[in-house]
C-alpha cells in the first residue's frame, strides 16, 4: 500500500464546477505539500500546511491530521486549472524528504 | 529568469553511454534535491543535498551519482545509461531551517535512453 494515495486519478468537469481531489497517507507527518503540475511538464508548489486550512485565490486546501487526510477544493473551476495536482508529504522526522502521491489529472472543459 | 533552471530540458542518448544533467539555482537555497517522474508513478528521490559538502541518497540512487560543485548547482550524472532511467528529471531546491519548507522546482529534462 501506497504512503499516499490520491483520488480521484482522473477528473473531468465543466467551467465553473466546484472541485474536490483528496489525498490520504499512512505515515506521521510533519506537512503536507499541494503541487501542480502544468501540461507542459513544470511544478509549481501551491500550499504547504501542517493544519487547518489554507486558501489562495480560488483553491482551498485542508487537512485532518486526526484522520491522516486532505483536501484541495477549487472553486468556479476554469480550463486553464487543467493540470496533475499532486499530494505530498514531510516525514515527521525533519528530514524534508518528500513523499508523492500519484497525481489526480484535472481536466476542466469550457 | 527563472530561479531554478535545468540543462538540457530534453535529451536523447543510447545505452551505455555517460550524461550528466544540471541544475542551477538563484534562490539561495542551501537545499537541493533530485528527483525522476514515470508516468504512473510518483515523484521519487534520487539524492538531496543540504550544503555544498553534504550529500545523501534518496530511494532510488543506484546508478546515479552526483555532484554539489556550489550552493548554486547541483548535478546529476548517469554513468552508463539504461533504458529503464527513460524518464523525467526534476531539480529541486528548499530553504534550510524549519522542520519543512516549500520545495521549488526546476522546468524538468525528459531524458530517453535508447
Known amino acids: 500500500k501506497n504512503e499516499v494515495e490520491q483520488s480521484p486519478q482522473n477528473l473531468t468537469a465543466q467551467e465553473g464546477e466546484f472541485i474536490t481531489i483528496n489525498c490520504s497517507y499512512s505515515?506521521?507527518?510533519?506537512?503536507l505539500h499541494w503541487l501542480q503540475q502544468h501540461p507542459g511538464g513544470g511544478i509549481v508548489s501551491l500550499f504547504m500546511l501542517s493544519s487547518g486550512k489554507k486558501k489562495h485565490g480560488r483553491l482551498i486546501a485542508t487537512i485532518n491530521i486526526q484522520e491522516k487526510h486532505s483536501s484541495l477544493h477549487i472553486t468556479a473551476s476554469h480550463p486553464r486549472d487543467s493540470a496533475v495536482y499532486i499530494c505530498a508529504v514531510g516525514s515527521n522526522f525533519g528530514n524534508e524528504k518528500l513523499t508523492f502521491g500519484t497525481g489526480t489529472r484535472l481536466t476542466i472543459i469550457p | 529568469d527563472a530561479d531554478v533552471t535545468q540543462t538540457p530540458r530534453n535529451r536523447i542518448t543510447k545505452t551505455g553511454k555517460r550524461i550528466m544533467l544540471e541544475c542551477s539555482q538563484t534562490?539561495?537555497?542551501?537545499?537541493m534535491y533530485w528527483y525522476r517522474q514515470d508516468p504512473g508513478l510518483g515523484l521519487r528521490l534520487i539524492y538531496y543535498?543540504?550544503?555544498?559538502?553534504?550529500?545523501n541518497k534518496g530511494e532510488i540512487s543506484d546508478g546515479y551519482s552526483v555532484s554539489r560543485q556550489a550552493q548554486a548547482k547541483f548535478s546529476l550524472s548517469l554513468e552508463s545509461a539504461i533504458p529503464n532511467q527513460t524518464a523525467l528529471y526534476f531539480c529541486a531546491t528548499s530553504e534550510a531551517g524549519r522542520l519543512q519548507e516549500t520545495q521549488y522546482f526546476g522546468p524538468g529534462t525528459r531524458l530517453l535512453v535508447l
Open positions: 534562490k539561495g537555497h542551501d537545499r
Open positions: 505515515v506521521g507527518i510533519s506537512a
Open positions: 543535498s543540504f550544503d555544498v559538502k553534504d550529500i
